[in-house]
């Protein structure tokens, strides 16, 4: 059984950084593909920042520059270090796996506000 679990979020001020966490197991975690997405009330879930099974990473427009996506396959885990945090990346944040097929976490809470 496949379990994805996020962690990490919390509340910070604009300006500050937080970072995510995300440990996979019950499937070969260092053959996966894996992304955060985020997701506001009301809204669709959009991605934020992915991450290939080869390191090759991608970022939308808004984490350019400020998320870095990173993962350690030998914790099975992937990070999402996000710096110079704005009051608009308010969000619960979810972890995607993908490999032959998609799973998602729970999510974690993320609070931008002063």
């Known amino acids: 059984q496949v379990r994805v679990v996020e962690s990490g979020g919390g509340l910070v001020q604009p300006g500050g950084s937080l970072r995510l966490s995300c440990t996979a197991s019950g499937n070969d975690f260092s053959r996966s593909n894996m992304g955060w997405f985020r997701q506001v009330p009301g809204n669709q879930r959009k991605v934020v920042a992915t991450i290939t099974s080869g390191n090759i990473t991608n970022y939308a427009n808004s984490a350019t520059g400020r998320f870095t996506i990173s993962r350690d396959n030998a914790k099975n885990t992937v990070y999402l270090q996000m710096n110079s945090l704005k009051l608009e990346d308010t969000a619960v944040y979810y972890c995607?796996?993908?490999?032959?097929?998609?799973?998602w976490g729970q999510g974690t809470q993320v609070t931008v506000s002063s």
């Open positions: 995607y796996m993908y490999t032959g097929g998609g799973y």
